[in-house]
């Protein structure tokens, strides 16, 4: 699967994306998304931190 993800205003930040590449909820850290959407119940998107201009994309955990 390939996706191409316009995350520069989120540039450094985690994100939440869900299937239509729309970034749902963000965080200055992965602890604080992970606690935002536990609070809120929310399951199911793709958790990544976008990166910053010139940093390479990373998605996955491994």
Wanted: zero cysteines; proline letters at 5%.
């Amino acid at each position: 699967m390939v996706r191409t993800l316009d995350l520069a205003q989120w540039a450094g930040r985690w994100v939440a994306i869900d299937d239509d590449d729309r970034v749902q909820r963000d965080a200055g850290s992965l602890k604080d998304l992970m606690a935002i959407l536990d609070a809120e119940g929310v399951e199911g998107l793709s958790i990544m931190r976008a990166p910053a201009p010139g940093e390479p994309v990373v998605y996955g955990l491994g």
